[in-house]
């Protein structure tokens, strides 16, 4: 064979080998197409459906948070609302002791109004409350309050000065569980016999028994004194001055303030006095005057209460 023969051999085998693989491969590549294409369609819509499912998942699982946001919300507002309800109880009960006291002090009505009714309290919402709903009834309570207080601030000034007023007159014994041994004016002298005044009432005490000030002051006279032994003077300010005889010790300086109630000294018997008592006066503008006027007097609040 030659070198030609054997080329030319070759040349046939391969051309019939590329024929046949020509004509196989003519049919093949729609196949694989096809199948391309299928596989790809199958993988697209899987794909598909997978971000879908995806999605829905994903809206589903924040309109459940949405929801319970909502209803967190909702539970808050409802809480504050059942706290609306008890604050607007509290202004009930507030009002009333405003009108109480309003009563009780006497002061003229029209001025305090407490009797403006306030919303119900007590029991919480039995249904959902709207939050414009609430913020009304916020704002509302918030009014209530602001004229309570205001109201109760000009009843406890007028109280008070009612109660300074009180207690600057001296209308309370100088000492607690006593009674009377010897009253105000002309009397047979306890020591040398004879007529004498008594400015003042003695009243019944055991020697460190307290002696209390009968009324709002500032001690103006604290020492001895003759004839009345160790003496405290308290002066009210208002034209009184009460003064405080024959105790066994005084436990309070000049310029002291002393409220109605406190002990001023110890009782005793300094100077002149014959046993344990209290001598107890009261000097109206520089007059001595009887005692038993302002004892008697009883405050008007308290005969208020009572009645
Ligand atoms: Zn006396």
Not at 51 to 67: E, G, I, P, Y
Not at 100 to 121: A, H, S, W
Not at 281 to 303: A, D
């Amino acid at each position: 064979m030659t070198y030609f023969a054997i080329v030319n051999k070759s040349r046939a085998q391969l051309a019939t080998m590329l024929q046949g693989a020509g004509q196989q491969g003519g049919r093949r590549p729609v196949i694989a197409i096809a199948l391309l294409l299928c596989a790809g369609l199958a993988l697209g819509a899987g794909i598909g459906i997978a971000d879908n499912a995806l999605l829905r998942a994903k809206v589903q699982s924040q309109q459940t948070q949405l929801d319970l946001a909502r209803r967190d919300a909702q539970r808050e507002v409802n809480a504050l609302a059942a706290r609306l309800g008890e604050l607007q109880a509290e202004a009930n009960r507030l009002n009333a002791l405003g009108e109480r006291l309003t009563r009780i002090g006497q002061l003229q009505d029209g001025e305090f109004d407490f009797n403006k009714p306030v919303g119900v309290g007590g029991a919480g919402p039995v249904r959902d409350m709207s939050k414009a709903e609430l913020d009304s009834g916020l704002a509302t309570l918030d009014a209530q309050f602001k004229a309570s207080g205001d109201q109760l601030s000009v009843l406890e000034a007028l109280l008070f000065n009612r109660q300074l007023d009180m207690n600057a007159v001296p209308s309370r014994e100088p000492i607690a569980n006593s009674y009377i041994t010897s009253g105000f004016g002309g009397r047979a002298d306890p020591i040398v016999g004879g007529k004498q005044f008594h400015k003042g009432i003695d009243f019944e005490a055991d020697v460190g028994d307290p002696v209390l000030a009968v009324a709002d002051g500032v001690v103006s006279y604290s020492g001895v004194r003759s004839g009345y032994g160790n003496v405290i003077e308290i002066d009210h300010g208002n034209g009184y001055v009460t003064r405080y005889a024959h105790n066994s010790r005084l436990t309070r300086k000049v310029g002291e303030l002393v409220r109605a109630g406190q002990e001023v000294a110890k009782a005793g018997s300094t100077g002149r006095s014959t046993g344990a008592h209290v001598h107890f006066e009261v000097w109206e503008r520089g007059r001595v005057v009887n005692p038993r006027n302002f004892l008697s007097q009883q405050s008007p609040l308290q005969l208020k209460i009572k009645g």
